[in-house]
């Protein structure tokens, strides 16, 4: 596991479209069919990273007081399944409904979004406003596992963008890069 910052991709960046197989529901589905009235968060997480795990219940929590409020959530997983089976569609339909969580779990198997993205690790979050330009990117908040004396999980900066978007507000160019587990790119 190498600890890996986002690439930190322009502010205004068009969200690139995408089809992807969703594992909940056993469909493909375009960027087009999931995104928000308002917002779209796209997360790029799997299964097995102890950054991902760390943050899920703050991920749930979010999910659950924004997705009435015309925020879509959508998370991807891009990691090389060859090498890190415990990332396969099946268990990422698993992982889902242990997090009780009915968000779209794309699988993106020929790793082409996560490129597209410039995704670099998990979790890596991105918002993209209701005409799909990019707002904010980089890290839920400044918890981490592990740490001696680890920051309670708040969630603040995704929050933060998250408000700012709905009140019709600036996001603050001030965005930290989330750090976790690299992506496992395919060889």
């Not at 197989?21 to 997360?43: P, R």
């Not at 979010?62 to 396969?88: C, L, M, R």
């Not at 779209?104 to 979004?113: G, H, I, R, T």
Request: charge should be negative; hydrophobic fraction near 40%.
């Amino acid at each position: 596991m190498a600890l890996t910052p986002s690439n930190m991709i322009n502010l205004g960046t068009l969200a690139p479209d995408f089809n992807l197989f969703d594992t909940l529901s056993g469909k493909n589905l375009s960027l087009d069919k999931i995104k928000g009235e308002k917002a779209t968060v796209m997360m790029f997480i799997c299964n097995h990273c102890p950054y991902v795990i760390h943050v899920m219940p703050e991920i749930v929590r979010i999910v659950i007081e924004y997705a009435s409020k015309g925020v879509a959530f959508v998370a991807i997983s891009s990691n090389d399944i060859v090498k890190y089976p415990q990332d396969g569609p099946e268990a990422m339909k698993e992982f889902m409904e242990e997090w009780k969580l009915s968000i779209p779990y794309l699988f993106d198997e020929s790793q082409a979004v996560a490129k597209a993205y410039d995704a670099a690790c998990t979790p890596d979050f991105y918002i993209f406003s209701e005409d799909l330009k990019l707002k904010y990117r980089g890290r839920l908040d400044e918890s981490r596992p592990r740490e001696e004396h680890p920051q309670p999980l708040t969630g603040k900066d995704l929050r933060g963008a998250l408000n700012a978007i709905l009140a019709k507000q600036m996001v603050s160019e001030i965005q930290f890069p989330s750090m976790g587990c690299n992506i496992k790119w395919k060889e």
